[in-house]
């Protein structure tokens, strides 16, 4: 009995161990295969990782391709020569352009080009009219202007000097040129609207037997623009019988800042005329009484003519205007560079500060260089001196205001009168 008893006890110690044995072997299998599956998951996770990273590498770099791709476009039509090549490369570059997606345009960067060139909203250009019609007849006035790609400013400020000589002048066929092609290529490239150079606009007249041509420029002085403009005419002069260049806006140079004329008078009492009207006071003497003054920002030259800038400090002075400062991009002459202009309104008392263009056209130089957010633009260096309690800007050309218009007018009957005589 007890034999049996024993054999009992064995048999069943050596089942359960058999069973634990078998239990711990399938743990063991079912763990490792836990740990491949887990290992197998991640081993996915890893190339899923790796393909995603790869694929958005590739991606970027496509995109940067692409954006590279319109930048160099861009670049090759920022020139100031026109080509046999132009006009294709202004349409592929808009076409590159428009096919681009919204990230890809961020990424436009160039030697000049930029997301802005044709991101940048600057208004209708359908409000302007580029002049180029043929069909001109025996007497042309031909308006020349440097230009600008800002659509409002064109339409605005050019167009509005041209149409006020049309309605001046219905005898003549008003035409326009631009002097800098840059400007002409980027207009045709983003708004397909096609502006004639100085040798296009020449070659229109000539091709329509004009006889008599009358050219008035809208820069602002006898500057290094003006010469080349005057350069560009005296090689067609033989194809006319007659040609006749009226003076730029401010009339003759003088020899220096105290030669003053009628031109400066009028157009210095035309834009603070315009200005305090902006500003809300009833005049200069209401707004120096405010504390306010007024800056007018003009372009700038290393011509000879820069005495203009002085000349115009001058006439302000001599008008009685306390409270105007004259001041350049360039900063040429040298005291009409900002920081100069800065400690002047400062050393005058003034708190509050108007900066204006002394520009035709509020194009670039007057939305960027004046009252642009950069660091360097004259709003942000007036207000990081911290000499000021307020900083303003008004963005209006020149070309717009009535007094102006009818000083072309003038300087273009005077060069109609040369003629006739």
């Not at 209006?396 to 009957?413: N, P, S």
Request: aromatic share 6%; net charge negative; charged share 30%.
């Amino acid at each position: 009995m007890k034999r049996k008893s024993l054999l009992a006890i064995l048999l069943a110690a050596s089942m359960a161990a058999s069973m634990t044995a078998t239990a711990t072997v399938a743990f063991a299998e079912t763990e490792e295969a836990t740990e491949e599956t887990t290992d197998d998951a991640e081993e996915a996770d890893d190339a899923e990782t790796t393909d995603d990273a790869e694929e958005a590498d590739d991606t970027a770099d496509a995109d940067k391709e692409a954006a590279d791709k319109v930048a160099a476009l861009i670049d090759a039509i920022y020139v100031q020569e026109r080509t046999d090549d132009t006009d294709e490369q202004c349409k592929e570059a808009k076409e590159a352009w428009d096919a681009l997606t919204d990230a890809q345009k961020e990424l436009v960067e160039g030697e000049e080009a930029s997301p802005e060139y044709f991101g940048r909203d600057t208004g209708d250009a359908s409000k302007d009219d580029p002049r180029n019609q043929d069909e001109i007849g025996e007497n042309e006035l031909l308006v020349v202007s440097f230009g600008t790609s800002f659509n409002d400013s064109r339409a605005e400020d050019i167009k509005g000097i041209e149409d006020a000589l049309a309605e001046a002048f219905p005898d003549w066929s008003v035409r326009r040129a631009f002097t800098a092609q840059i400007i002409i290529n980027h207009v045709q490239a983003r708004d397909d609207e096609h502006i004639d150079n100085m040798q296009q606009a020449l070659d229109r007249a000539v091709a329509n037997g004009v006889k008599n041509l009358v050219v008035q420029p809208t820069h602002l002085m006898h500057g290094a623009e003006y010469d080349e403009m005057v350069e560009a005419i005296d090689e067609y002069k033989d194809k006319f019988e007659s040609v006749a260049i009226a003076e730029p806006m401010l009339g003759e140079v003088g020899d220096d800042a105290t030669v003053i004329n009628d031109d400066k008078a009028a157009v210095a009492q035309a834009i603070t005329d315009e200005a305090v009207k902006e500003a809300g006071y009833d005049s200069m003497e209401a707004a120096a009484e405010d504390g306010t003054a007024f800056v007018f920002m003009g372009h700038g030259t290393s011509h000879t003519a820069n005495v203009t800038y002085d000349q115009m400090q001058t006439q302000m002075e001599n008008l009685g205007f306390t409270n105007a400062f004259i001041g350049t991009v360039e900063g040429e002459p040298e005291d009409t560079a900002c920081d100069e202009v800065i400690n002047k309104v400062k050393d005058a008392g003034f708190k509050k500060v108007i900066l204006r263009p002394l520009m035709v056209v509020a194009g670039d130089h007057a939305n960027n260089d004046m009252a642009g957010d950069d660091d360097d633009s004259w709003k942000s260096m007036f207000e990081a001196s911290g000499d000021f309690d307020e900083i303003d800007c008004q963005i209006e050309g020149l070309g717009r205001i009535d007094a102006v218009e009818q000083l072309y007018v003038a300087h273009t009957q005077a060069a109609i009168d040369s003629i006739a005589k």
